[in-house]
């Protein structure tokens, strides 16, 4: 698949129908409370053009932070009172995670929020990056800057499910590791719902 066919499949991505993730699809055993209170975040599923194709921005985070310490993450957050919408949430973060200004992005759309065990309604921005774009990590928050070839987030093959315990319960997961990178939790469930949606 080419460059422009690989943009034209995120475009009809989010055209499709298809019911929102959450890190609870593959625990049905788990009660969610009802009328929990979820806040809204954003992130950023930034996709590079390169001459062999769309590659995806992603991080690893800071072996040193409180929360999720060391995994493969988007770039984003929480939405902030000064943000217009999740979108703007979702720019403003990988602008200071990654340093990727917003003005280099087109924004595509948005997929389907994703509920997270964290208590965040997290809703992935789909991006082109349309400039020259130069990686610069956070300090103190993200350890690496690395990118995903679209064939390997794209293929659903690449996911399979594993589990471990998880505050006294078994936890099940999605996994697409990629070399050294073990992706995996919310993120590899949001990709393969974005993969689910880009299939012919």
């Known amino acids: 698949m080419g ?3 690989q943009i034209e499949a995120l475009r ?12 609870f699809d593959l625990n049905k055993d788990v009660d969610l409370p009802l009328g929990r209170k979820l806040r809204p975040a954003g992130v950023l599923a930034a ?26 993450a988007f770039p984003g957050g929480k939405q902030d009172p000064g943000d217009a919408d ?34 965040f309604l997290m809703t992935p921005v789909l991006g082109l990056i ?4 130069d990686p610069v990590p956070e300090a103190g928050e993200v ?5 995903a070839p679209f064939d390997h987030i794209t293929d ?3 996911y399979s499910v594993q589990s471990r315990r998880w505050r006294g319960r078994r936890r099940h997961y999605y996994t697409a590791p990629l070399g050294p990178y073990y992706i995996w939790g919310a993120t590899a469930r949001i990709l393969r719902s974005l993969a689910e949606r880009v299939q012919p």
Not at 103 to 117: C, F, I, K, Q, Y
């Open 143 to 147: 350890d690496e800057v690395f990118t």
């Open 47 to 72: 996709f590079q053009i390169t001459p062999e194709g769309l590659d995806l921005v992603l991080t690893k985070r800071s072996s040193r932070l409180k929360h999720h310490p060391g995994q493969i």
């Open 156 to 158: 659903p093959d690449r």
């Open 130 to 133: 349309r400039d020259r774009f």
């Open 3 to 5: 460059t422009a066919e």
């Open 12 to 23: 009809r991505a989010l055209t499709r129908d298809g019911p929102p993730s959450s890190d």
């Open 86 to 119: 999740v979108t703007a949430a979702a720019l403003r973060e990988a602008h200071e995670e990654i340093g990727l200004a917003p003005s280099a992005v087109e924004v595509l759309g948005a997929l389907p929020a994703h509920e997270t065990v964290t208590g």
